[in-house]
């Protein structure tokens, strides 16, 4: 025997798997188990970088519109200050302040 062959062999003694039979089963396992993990793996990686895209998107557009509505509050209160202060009750009793 060659070096290769021993360096296979006692292996596969030692897990038993020396028969036709048993190697064939062992392939069948290994070709079944490799791709799955394989796949597996690939998708746990895309899904994630989806999911935190996604996430990030999500955020951003929420932000967005939590500034839009801040915005939109504060024109309105900036208005609303605008007519008191304009208001012919606030000139009036200003002018009596000042004499």
């Known amino acids: 025997m060659s070096a290769w062959e021993d360096t296979i062999t006692r292996p596969l003694h030692a897990l038993h798997i020396g028969s036709i039979r048993n190697q064939v089963l062992v392939f069948a396992v290994l070709a079944t188990l490799i791709p799955a993990l394989a796949t597996t793996c690939v998708s746990y990686t895309q899904n994630r970088r989806l999911l935190s895209d996604k996430v990030t998107q999500d955020l951003r557009a929420t932000s967005s519109e939590a500034a839009r509505e801040i915005n939109q509050l504060l024109d309105q209160w900036i208005e609303e200050l ?18």
Not at 89 to 96: D, G, I, L, R
């Open 82 to 99: 605008r007519v008191a202060a304009s208001s012919y009750v606030v000139s009036e009793n200003m002018a009596k302040l000042q004499e």
